[in-house]
Nanobody, 117 residues
Framework: QVQLVESGGGLVQAGGSLKLSCTAS????????MGWYRQAPGKQRELVAV???????NYADSVKDRFSIAKDNAKNTVYLQMNSLKPEDTAVYYC???????????WGQGTQVTVSS
């Protein structure tokens, strides 16, 4: 069973920065894509950013130029650097890894990010 462990959430003032980490119990080489999603109260979960095994990235329009996703293959870890945070970025952030071949998705437990105005 693949486990994903997230860290890095917290409370920050608007304009501040946070860096989220998601570490897998299995080598990243077993996954096609790794991404970050978020879910605010009363809203659906939405894609924030995704990175493929080849290093291609994609971002939601709302976070482009503020957030950056990266991976460290040696550490089986994907990061989400969040800059210029806004109150509307407040949500629980989840990482998701998609397994090669099977296409099975694995989710982290979620980490709360709260941005105060």
């Amino acid at each position: 069973q693949v486990q994903l462990v997230e860290s890095g959430g917290g409370l920050v003032q608007a304009g501040g920065s946070l860096k989220l980490s998601c570490t897998a119990s299995l080598s990243i080489s077993y996954f096609n894509a790794m991404g970050w999603y978020r879910q605010a109260p009363g809203k659906q979960r939405e894609l924030v950013a995704v990175i493929t095994s080849g290093g291609n990235t994609n971002y939601a329009d709302s976070v482009k130029d503020r957030f950056s996703i990266a991976k460290d293959n040696a550490k089986n870890t994907v990061y989400l650097q969040m800059n210029s945070l806004k109150p509307e970025d407040t949500a629980v952030y989840y990482c998701k890894y998609t397994r090669r071949i099977s296409g099975i998705d694995y989710w982290g437990q979620g980490t709360q990010v709260t941005v105060s105005s």
